[in-house]
């Protein structure tokens, strides 16, 4: 989802201020990437906007974190260097390994019914150069061009006041996007621009401290009610597509996870948990590998992908724990190993 499930923590840049560790992000994440997965079981009664609150978290959590942890830094080629080597070492590695496992099991099993089937040069090609659309794999694209846009943000904060012209480009080009946001294909950013700005501008925001007992009585009302209001579109909006195309959700989403990243007594409990925080870090290898489980866990069990039984759920702890596993003992490596090489080759340390 990366959402992230796209972005987690990495090792900062030199900075005027380091961003303070925010562990409710991680729950949050967490949330987002549990509700991707329990779309794809055949609950009775499920909201068909399920999966698509859980990217949408997705997409606003890339946008807070990298305005949070980049946007109030200093801005040179080098710094733009470390972003993008951070950035491609958290995403490629394991995104192509998945992409390769799913192009293995197409041409493997050419009869079954493989949700994340990838065959033939034109799709292999798009899904490697990040632009393919099968199962999950559609959120990457706008994902990656995102992480293309957002030197521009970076650059018009850092240079405002040498450049006049630098925020008012940002503005303008911004506001042509998302207001023709409806006409853009769905794998475009402009398409899903304003959930990643939304999140990029509530990461600029003031974190003040919430020392008084009125102070942390009303932040406690104020996150419920907005948990309230990420939660609602689950049961106003018919369908995916509608939901996407509401450009104000992507300034609810944003406030949202502002005020949920707030640290509080029943934030700490819900968001920042030891195992919240767990599946948070996992977000991406569960995100990519929790269809690969459900696939061959229902042939194993014998069960029908669109009709629910107990044994689905499981199946869905397990789609949620050997991910885990893999992001600690391949994800995290593959990205350590892809950033220190990159690093190395372009002399960045």
């Given at each position: 989802m990366y959402?992230?499930?796209?972005?987690?923590?990495?090792?900062?840049?030199?900075?005027?201020?380091?961003?303070?560790?925010?562990?409710?992000?991680?729950?949050?994440?967490?949330?987002?990437?549990?509700?991707?997965?329990?779309?794809?079981?055949?609950?009775?009664?499920?909201?068909?906007t399920l999966g698509a609150v859980?990217?949408?978290?997705?997409?606003?959590?890339?946008?807070?974190?990298?305005?949070?942890?980049?946007?109030?830094?200093?801005?040179?080629?080098a710094a733009v260097c470390r972003?993008?080597?951070?950035?491609?070492?958290?995403?490629?590695?394991?995104?192509?390994?998945?992409?390769?496992?799913?192009?293995?099991?197409?041409?493997?099993?050419p009869q079954t019914d493989f949700s994340m089937r990838i065959q033939g040069l034109e799709q292999i090609t798009r899904h490697y150069l990040f632009g393919g659309s099968s199962y999950v794999f559609w959120s990457i694209p706008p994902e990656i061009q995102y992480y293309l846009f957002f030197p521009l943000l970076w650059w018009s904060l850092a240079r405002h006041q040498q450049h006049a012209f630098a925020l008012p480009l940002l503005a303008l080009l911004s506001a042509a996007l998302l207001l023709t946001h409806a006409h853009w294909p769905g794998l475009a950013l402009p398409h899903k621009l304003h959930f990643f700005l939304a999140g990029s501008l509530a990461g600029l925001l003031p974190r003040h401290r919430w020392n008084s007992p009125?102070?942390?009585?009303t932040l406690a009302v104020l996150q419920i009610g907005a948990l309230g209001l990420v939660l609602a579109p689950l049961w106003l909006y018919n369908s995916?597509?509608?939901?996407?195309?509401?450009?104000?959700?992507?300034?609810?989403?944003?406030?949202?996870?502002?005020?949920?990243s707030l640290n509080s007594a029943w934030t700490r409990q819900a968001f920042a948990s030891r195992w919240m925080r767990s599946i948070g870090h996992a977000s991406f290898s569960i995100y990519l590998m929790?269809?690969?489980?459900?696939?061959?866990?229902?042939?194993?069990?014998?069960l029908a992908p669109d009709a629910f039984h107990l044994a689905w759920l499981p199946l869905t702890a397990f789609a949620i724990a050997l991910p885990m596993v893999a992001s600690k003992y391949i994800e995290i490596p593959l990205q350590r190993t892809t950033r220190q090489a990159l690093t190395r080759l372009l002399r960045l340390s």
């Open positions: 959402a992230d499930p796209f972005i987690r923590t990495p090792p900062p840049l030199v900075q005027h201020n380091p961003p303070v560790i925010l562990p409710n992000l991680d729950g949050i994440r967490a949330v987002a990437c549990l509700l991707v997965v329990v779309s794809h079981v055949p609950w009775p009664g499920k909201p068909p859980g990217v949408a978290l997705f997409f606003v959590l890339s946008g807070f974190l990298m305005s949070h942890l980049y946007a109030k830094s200093a801005w040179n080629l972003y993008g080597v951070a950035r491609f070492s958290r995403i490629a590695p394991i995104y192509w390994l998945v992409v390769s496992l799913c192009v293995a099991i197409s041409y493997l099993e009125t102070d942390r009585t995916q597509a509608a939901m996407y195309d509401a450009t104000e959700l992507g300034l609810i989403f944003a406030l949202g996870v502002y005020l949920l929790h269809a690969l489980v459900f696939h061959f866990g229902l042939r194993l069990l014998r």
